[in-house]
């Protein structure tokens, strides 16, 4: 009875020391470098004990039979070092208690022995694997491992770092934060409020120049300021319906399939643009930004059918028409270029030219179209944690080597694109794989966003929605969602009939209140309005209270102005 009591009240411990530390605010830090010696852990280590190694290997042990010892730096640094490794699993672990719909938020410090590897984060609890990041360590130096998990069920669990080579791998700096579902929420109210809203100040006067107290004002949404749109299929050019429910709705596209290389010259030297052509002028005619799907995709199966007979001088000619025909076609008209489609994943251009083929091909794309972002266009960064290929620091490896490339200097003019194919979304993850995504400083666009069909579909992809939109480094969301009377690619928002279905309704909804209402009110006695507005167009009009004048006026308000730019004043 004594030792159940003893529990009973070690736990009532445990879950009150974890609300403590469950009120801290989200920690967006993270790093693209690898650094002599590892930052601090994140939050303290949220619930690992000895995060830092500082009581050697208290707390600590060994996953799968393997062998862990304590390691230390020439300055002094203690971490934990898995040797004689034969198995991936055999490495560091501590086991953990996670509680029931809760997510928790991972980092930790990874380095090898010698050469480099990719190494995984693993979460085993309740019977379960669970990916939670990845990371390509190196020797002599450390790098972040920004992670996540949303545990499945209350229960016991096990960290572990898993690798498919044998080389010792050294752990350092390891934390695991917990955070209600009202606490994730409230880190995303924050961020929206800090990074698409701003409070701008109209000042109401005269004619003379003399404020207007008690001015009447109304503040009324016209556009948002955050790019939002879909995929676009041809269907759209001879459907009305299509055409008026997605008009209503985006603000910007991207082409499935129509300006792809197979679609535009099917037949070796027999270029066919129209139906592009006729896409790009029906977008531009309802102000909806284009952007440009792709130059090149580095899939072997993608490739039109007579590219694969050509040899290494022939595919060479033929690349350079290709680039030359589509962007001086598109050059001006379009926001941004998906230069080489997925060349994480595949390397057919690399295979016949060389390890620097993709970042040639950018550096042509810069000086055929200076004035559009260059995007990397890639899957499974977000979706999937245990894809080495695709893990943010791959990705940014990938992006810094395009960046260097002789020529290349165009810095400010490259994006990051990530598509966003989910089928079960983890939401935390997806927020620490954009934090280090956002170190390479450069806007991150989600290009390709879709759910795999299941009866959580529409909520998996509202959680979604919600993570990307309020992280501070996204600037744009496309949904892969052109429609087609057969049936969409993966996941419609409508029927044929262009009725919403459940994904529908959320985006529909999430429209709705990703705008400003519109706002009403008196100037106050200095002739002050204030109000705080999501980015985007409006139309404002102020009514002199006595003169029996009215102004309208527009304003816009981005993610650019600074707060010295928020106080507009308006002649009445």
């Known amino acids: 009875m004594g030792r159940a009591l003893f529990l009973s009240l070690l736990w009532v411990a445990m879950l009150s020391a974890s609300r403590v530390v469950q009120s801290l605010p989200y920690d967006y830090s993270s790093s693209s470098e690898c650094l002599p010696e590892p930052l601090e852990p994140h939050y303290g280590g949220g619930i690992i004990r000895n995060s830092d190694f500082s009581a050697g290997l208290q707390g600590w042990s060994a996953f799968g039979y393997g062998v862990v010892e304590e390691g230390a730096s020439a300055s002094g640094n203690r971490y934990a070092v898995a040797r004689n490794r034969t198995r991936p699993y055999q490495s560091v672990s501590q086991k953990v208690y996670l509680q029931n719909d809760t997510h928790y938020t991972l980092s930790a410090w990874l380095q090898v022995s010698n050469g480099s590897a990719d190494i995984t984060a693993v979460v085993k609890t309740n019977g379960q694997f669970i990916h939670a990041g990845g990371v390509e360590a190196r020797a002599g130096c450390w790098s972040i491992l920004k992670g996540g998990l949303t545990a499945p069920a209350a229960g016991a669990a096990e960290l572990y770092f898993e690798s498919n080579a044998t080389v010792e791998v050294w752990v350092d700096n390891v934390s695991l934060q917990p955070f209600s579902q009202e606490e994730w929420a409230a880190h995303h109210h924050a961020a929206i409020k800090s990074a698409r ?110 590219v694969q007979s050509l040899s290494a001088p022939q595919l060479r000619q033929a690349t350079a028409r290709r680039i030359k025909s589509v962007m001086s076609r598109y050059a001006g008209q379009v926001i941004a ?221 981005g993610r650019e102005t600074t707060d010295a730019d928020n106080e507009y004043t308006i002649h009445v």
């Not at 207007?212 to 299929?233: D, K, N, T």
């Not at 060349?343 to 179209?369: I, P, T």
């Not at 209402?517 to 209270?545: C, I, N, Q, W």
């Open 337 to 557: 270029w998906d230069v080489v489609n997925e060349n994480l994943h595949f390397n057919f251009f690399e295979g016949k030219f060389g390890w620097d083929a993709s970042a040639a091909f950018y550096r042509r794309a810069h000086q055929m179209d200076g004035g559009a972002l260059m995007s990397m266009n890639e899957f499974n960064t977000l979706e999937q944690p245990g894809d080495p290929n695709a893990v943010p620091g791959k990705y940014l490896g990938k992006l810094f080597q395009i960046k260097k490339f002789p020529g290349n200097t165009n810095d400010g003019r490259m994006a990051i694109g990530l598509e966003g194919h989910f089928s079960t979304p983890n939401i935390p993850y997806i927020r620490a794989a954009l934090d280090t995504m956002s170190r390479a400083g450069v806007p991150i666009w989600l290009t390709e966003i879709d759910v795999a069909l299941g009866p959580n579909q529409a909520a998996n992809l509202e959680k979604i929605l919600r993570e990307v939109y309020a992280h501070p480094a996204v600037h744009g969301i496309i949904l892969w969602t052109a429609w087609h009377q057969r049936g969409c690619y993966v996941m419609c928002l409508t029927d044929n009939n262009f009725r919403n279905l459940p994904t529908g309704d959320v985006v529909d909804e999430l429209i709705r209140e990703w705008q400003t209402r519109s706002h009403a009110g008196v100037a106050d006695a200095d002739g002050y309005y204030e109000a705080e507005l999501f980015h985007g167009d409006y139309k404002v009009t102020v009514s002199h209270p006595v003169a029996n004048a009215t102004v309208v006026q527009s304003l816009t308000v």
């Open 197 to 306: 809203k701003k409070t701008v100040r109209l000042r109401a006067r005269d004619s003379a120049g003399k404020p207007v107290p008690g001015a009447q004002v109304r503040i009324e949404h016209v556009r948002s300021g955050f790019p939002l749109g879909s995929a676009m299929s041809s269907e759209i050019l001879h459907n009305p319906a299509y055409q008026q429910w997605f008009t209503s709705r985006f603000t910007v596209t991207t082409f499935e399939n129509e300006m792809k290389w197979y679609s535009t010259e099917r037949v070796q030297g027999r270029e066919d643009y129209s139906v592009p052509d006729a896409m790009l002028r029906f977008a531009r005619s309802h102000g909806i930004a284009v952007r440009g799907h792709n130059i090149f995709w580095d899939q072997p199966s993608q490739q039109p059918g007579w």
